[in-house]
C-alpha cells in the first residue's frame, strides 16, 4: 500500500490555501486533496449548527477535480431534511473525527433513504465526517468518501485527515473573512485597494511590503499591534513570541510550505483585542507580485462589529442572562468555542442554550437571530438611561 508523502500532503496544503483567496481554484484544491488521500470524493459544509433544522449557508462537493453540483442539489433536494445522521453529526466536538457508519443505526442501515440511496450513489456509506468550528457561530462539516484503498481505512489516510482538518478550519476563516470584505479573486495588487478589511502584506522575510489604508490606520494608532523599523510588532512579549512563531510557520525557510495561523492581540486603549489571520502566499505565473509577497496579515477588529448590550435581550424578550450573552455574543461575530471558553463551559452547552433561544423567538435561522439581536443596537442609549 502507497504511503501519503509530506511531499504530496504539502502540495494539497498549499494548493487549499490558494483557494482561500480564489474561488477558481477551489476545485483543483479539492482533486489534490482527493488524490493526496486517495478517497472517491469530499465535500465541505457551512452551516448553523444550533438549531434541530440547520441552515446551510454553503456547501461544495467534489469527486476528484470536479465540482458535482448535481449531488449537492440532490442531497439537500431529496434527502436532508430526513437524513437520520445530521442531528448526531453536530454532537461531534470541534475536530473530532466520526466515521459515517456509526452516524446510522443498525436498523437505519436497512431503511435509511439517505445512507442507502444517497450515500451510496455519492461512494460515501463508509466515509467520515470531521466538524469544526467557523466564524459566527458556523459550523464547518467536512464530509469525506470512502476510502480507495483495498481493506478500507489505512492508518497513514485517517492520520492525515487529522493532519489536515486545522488547515481546512484556518481556509474557512480566511475564506470567509475574504468573503465579509468582498474579495475574493482579487488580485495581491488590488487587496491594497479593499477598503471592508485591513491587509498587510508582508515579503519573504516576514518584513512588511505594503499596508492598505485600515491596516496603516491600526499601524499609526500603535494599540497593540506596530509596525517596528519594518517588522510586525505587538505589546506583551507573550504575544510577540506568538506572532514571530505564527509568522515563521507562514514564512519557512529554504520554500517548504508555510501554514496559516490566527491570533488575538491586546490593545490597552480599545479594550477589546485585535484577531489576525496569518496566511501564506505562494508564488503563481499569474500574478507577479505573489513572487514578492510571502504572506497576508488580515486584521478583524470586533470594534468594528455591532455592539450590544447584552442584558437588551434579557429584559426585551425575557432570556435568561445565559441565554441573553450566549445570543449577543454569537449574534455579532464570537464563535461558540470562544464563548464557551468565556463561560466556561462545554461547546455543547452553548449551543443547547442557543436552542432555547431560537425557541423563544421563534426564529429557525441564524440570520434571523443576527437580524433581531442586531435590531437592539439602537435601544443603547435609552438603556443606559433607565
Not at 5 to 11: C, V
Not at 108 to 136: C, H, M, P, W
Not at 347 to 360: A, N
Request: with cysteine; net charge positive; charged share 30%.
Amino acid at each position: 500500500m502507497t504511503m501519503i508523502s509530506q511531499d504530496r500532503f504539502d502540495r494539497a496544503v498549499a494548493s487549499l490555501y490558494g483557494a482561500a483567496l480564489a474561488d477558481a481554484a477551489w476545485a483543483p484544491a479539492a482533486g489534490a486533496i482527493n488524490d493526496m488521500l486517495r478517497v472517491t470524493g469530499h465535500g465541505l459544509t457551512f452551516a448553523d449548527p444550533c438549531q434541530s433544522d440547520p441552515e446551510v449557508l454553503l456547501n461544495r462537493f467534489f469527486t476528484g477535480a470536479e465540482r458535482r453540483r448535481d449531488l449537492e442539489h440532490l442531497y439537500f433536494r431529496d434527502y436532508y431534511r430526513r437524513d437520520e445522521a445530521i442531528p448526531r453529526l453536530y454532537e461531534l466536538g470541534d475536530g473530532e473525527l466520526g466515521y459515517r457508519s456509526t452516524l446510522y443505526t443498525d436498523r437505519e442501515k436497512e431503511t435509511s433513504a439517505a445512507y442507502n440511496e444517497f450515500r451510496r450513489i455519492a461512494g460515501s456509506q463508509d466515509g467520515l465526517f470531521v466538524v469544526l468550528d467557523g466564524l459566527d457561530g458556523c459550523g464547518v462539516v467536512w464530509s469525506i468518501g470512502d476510502s480507495t484503498q483495498r481493506g478500507g481505512w489505512a492508518q497513514d489516510q485517517v492520520r492525515a485527515i487529522r493532519r489536515l482538518a486545522p488547515h481546512l478550519r484556518q481556509f474557512a476563516r480566511v475564506r470567509r473573512a475574504m468573503a465579509d470584505a468582498r474579495a475574493l479573486g482579487a488580485s495581491l495588487a488590488e487587496l491594497l485597494d479593499n477598503r471592508k478589511s485591513g491587509i498587510i502584506q508582508l515579503d519573504r522575510r516576514g518584513r512588511i511590503l505594503e499596508a492598505n489604508d485600515r491596516a496603516r490606520t491600526v499601524l499609526v494608532k500603535r494599540d497593540g499591534l506596530r509596525d517596528d523599523g519594518g517588522v510586525l510588532a505587538v505589546g506583551t512579549r507573550a504575544e510577540d513570541a506568538e506572532l514571530k512563531g505564527l509568522l515563521s510557520r507562514a514564512l519557512p525557510a529554504y520554500g517548504a510550505q508555510g501554514t496559516g495561523g490566527s491570533m488575538k492581540v491586546t490593545r490597552d486603549e480599545a479594550g477589546t483585542p485585535l484577531v489576525l489571520e496569518v496566511h501564506p502566499v505562494r508564488k503563481t505565473g499569474t500574478d507577479s507580485r505573489s513572487w514578492e509577497v510571502g504572506a497576508l496579515v488580515l486584521i478583524v477588529d470586533p470594534i468594528a462589529r455591532p455592539r450590544v448590550d447584552p442584558r437588551l435581550p434579557a429584559m426585551v424578550w425575557g432570556l435568561t442572562p445565559t441565554e441573553s450573552r450566549v445570543a449577543v455574543a454569537l449574534a455579532t461575530g464570537q464563535t461558540a468555542a470562544g464563548v464557551a471558553g468565556e463561560l466556561g463551559c462545554a461547546e455543547s452547552t452553548v449551543r443547547t442554550h442557543l436552542k432555547r433561544v431560537y425557541r423563544k423567538l421563534g426564529v429557525r435561522k441564524q440570520t434571523e437571530l443576527v437580524r433581531r439581536v442586531l435590531s437592539l443596537e439602537a435601544l443603547r442609549g435609552s438603556f443606559r438611561q433607565l
